[in-house]
């Protein structure tokens, strides 16, 4: 009967352990549901923080970004992607557009990659509306491995969360 009890005990324990991964909080700022610190990073059309040199679209157009862990796009980016569409629609011609979904560091391989993938389809969803053809958009997802920042800061994460869009062949 002991046996029995704390072989139970175990199963218990080891199922009530799973191997969860903590939320960032890489600076120790006070931080919101999702992990990122409070009243740190702001994301609009200009980009992260204001700063739009963090860019990593090309051609004209801006990166997208996201927030932590989320995959739709906030009323902030509205405007870039006004900005991108409009591009597009003067550039694309017969060439296609490469949208490569990023993440920043947190979470698995897989996640990252999946969420990445989401963020590329939101903002390809978000041009067609707009009105470009959805045939000649490519979605790429790079997840974690295509940082444009390697600090551990909020404001680096953020810039990570992006979704950049590039003209190809």
């Known amino acids: 009967m002991k046996l029995k ?15 969860s991964q903590k939320k960032p909080k890489p600076n120790g700022n006070a931080s919101d549901a999702n992990g990122i610190a409070a009243d740190t990073v702001s994301i609009d059309e200009s980009g992260v923080n204001g ?19 989320k995959y739709n796009l906030s009323y902030d980016m509205q405007s870039t992607i006004a900005l ?14 490469k949208l490569e979904g990023n993440c ?3 979470g698995t391989d897989e996640y990252n990659y999946a969420l990445g993938l989401k963020r590329a389809k939101a903002v390809k969803d978000s041009l067609q509306a707009q009105g470009i053809n959805a045939g ?18 909020d404001d680096c994460y953020a810039r990570n969360r992006r979704v950049d869009l ?3 062949r």
Do not use: W
């Open 104 to 106: 920043d560091e947190f």
């Open 84 to 97: 991108n569409a409009s591009v597009l629609r003067q550039k694309l011609k017969g060439r296609k557009v």
């Open 5 to 19: 009890t704390i072989l139970l005990l175990a199963i218990i324990v080891l199922l009530t352990s799973g191997c």
């Open 51 to 69: 700063q739009s040199g963090y860019n990593g679209s090309s051609d004209g157009m801006k990166s997208v970004y996201f927030d932590f862990g």
């Open 136 to 153: 000649q958009i490519v979605l790429v997802s790079f997840g974690e491995s295509n940082p444009q920042c390697y600090e551990a800061t």
């Open 166 to 168: 590039h003209l190809t």
